[in-house]
């Protein structure tokens, strides 16, 4: 328990230091209001610790507990970049593909199917040429940039396009409702304003995670 609870400390800390850090190396400044920096921040640390002491009371063994702990980090991270900067930098992205493939392979060493990974390689792929149709067809370019596309995708990965994906698909609707009714109705945003989608998928990647062990 108490090396559960240091993990759970540390990636709180790396959620707050991260971000900052990776904006100095991509050298992208922040294009988003204080406010709305602010309110990222907290609902990003907020859900990450809250997704983190979930995790402690179940009976995940520690090894997919820090597997799992790093992605919800990298999600948190994610959040607070893409608010502040509209980017989802691949430095996020790349060493959560590879702890989602690391976070498989456990469960296969713990006896579940070995096809789990060949199904989320091919989940992540129906997913990548999905949505890359859709903003074609649909002309979303504007509204789903690549950084999304690959960020879905590293979730299908995870998930699998299986049920396991129902608890991304509800945590990315609670807080795309949480955030744009409001705005909506006190006529901050409209139906054409440009906002990051980014925010709301790591939102449903930490609900997704937790999830896996209701």
Same mark, same amino acid.
């Given at each position: 328990?108490?090396?559960?609870?240091?993990?759970?400390?540390?990636?709180?800390?790396?959620?707050?230091?991260?971000?900052?850090?990776?904006?100095?190396? +991509?050298?992208?400044?922040?294009?988003?209001?204080?406010?709305?920096?602010?309110?990222?921040?907290?609902?990003?640390?907020?859900?990450?610790?809250?997704?983190?002491?979930?995790?402690?009371?179940?009976?995940?063994?520690?090894?997919? *507990?820090?597997?799992?702990?790093?992605?919800?980090?990298?999600?948190?991270?994610?959040?607070?970049?893409?608010? #502040?900067?509209?980017?989802?930098?691949?430095?996020?992205? *790349?060493?959560?593909?590879?702890?989602?493939?690391? $976070?498989?392979? #456990?469960?296969?060493?713990?006896?579940?199917?070995?096809? #789990?990974?060949?199904?989320?390689?091919?989940?992540?792929?129906?997913?990548?040429?999905?949505?890359?149709?859709?903003?074609?067809?649909?002309?979303?370019?504007?509204?789903?940039?690549?950084?999304?596309?690959?960020?879905?995708?590293?979730?299908?990965?995870?998930?699998?396009?299986?049920? #396991?994906?129902?608890?991304?698909?509800?945590?990315?609707?609670?807080?795309?409702?949480?955030?744009?009714?409001?705005?909506?109705?006190? +006529? +901050?945003?409209?139906?054409?304003?440009?906002?990051?989608?980014?925010?709301?998928?790591?939102?449903?990647?930490?609900?997704?995670?937790?999830?896996? $062990?209701?």
């Amino acid at each position: 328990m108490t090396a559960r609870i240091m993990t759970l400390i540390l990636m709180g800390g790396l959620a707050q230091l991260l971000p900052s850090q990776i904006m100095k190396k +991509k050298n992208k400044i922040d294009t988003a209001g204080k406010g709305s920096i602010l309110a990222a921040r907290l609902f990003a640390e907020a859900s990450l610790i809250a997704a983190e002491v979930f995790l402690v009371r179940t009976e995940t063994d520690l090894l997919s *507990f820090l597997i799992l702990s790093l992605i919800l980090m990298l999600s948190a991270v994610i959040i607070i970049i893409d608010t #502040r900067c509209r980017i989802i930098p691949n430095l996020c992205l *790349f060493p959560m593909l590879l702890l989602c493939a690391g $976070y498989l392979a #456990r469960r296969i060493a713990l006896g579940e199917s070995w096809t #789990r990974i060949p199904s989320g390689i091919v989940s992540m792929i129906i997913m990548c040429a999905l949505l890359m149709s859709l903003t074609s067809v649909l002309h979303f370019q504007g509204s789903l940039g690549a950084g999304d596309i690959k960020f879905l995708s590293v979730a299908a990965f995870l998930f699998t396009l299986s049920s #396991r994906m129902t608890g991304l698909l509800i945590g990315l609707v609670i807080s795309m409702a949480a955030y744009l009714i409001p705005m909506l109705l006190m +006529k +901050k945003i409209t139906m054409k304003s440009m906002i990051a989608f980014g925010p709301f998928i790591g939102f449903g990647l930490m609900g997704g995670i937790c999830w896996l $062990y209701l």
